[in-house]
């Protein structure tokens, strides 16, 4: 499946999007950025915008 039309909605929805997805279907960052076609470097920046980070520990994108 191909999200990277997602990179263009609001940073808050992707949030709660990319979460759930890192709960329920990938375990780790790096399974979601090949699963869902995105770079790292995307998906860091659009977080950025609302002040989240990736936590490898709890799996998910947390705030600063």
């Known amino acids: 499946m191909d999200l990277s039309g997602y990179l ?6 992707l949030l709660g999007i990319v979460n759930e997805k890192l ?8 399974d979601l950025l090949a699963t869902f076609n995105f770079t790292k470097g995307q ?7 609302i002040g989240y980070f990736y936590d490898p520990v709890t799996n998910q994108f947390k705030p600063h």
């Open 8 to 13: 263009r909605m609001d940073a808050n929805i």
């Open 23 to 30: 709960r329920l279907e990938c375990p780790d960052l790096e």
């Open 43 to 49: 998906l860091d920046m659009k977080m950025e915008e």
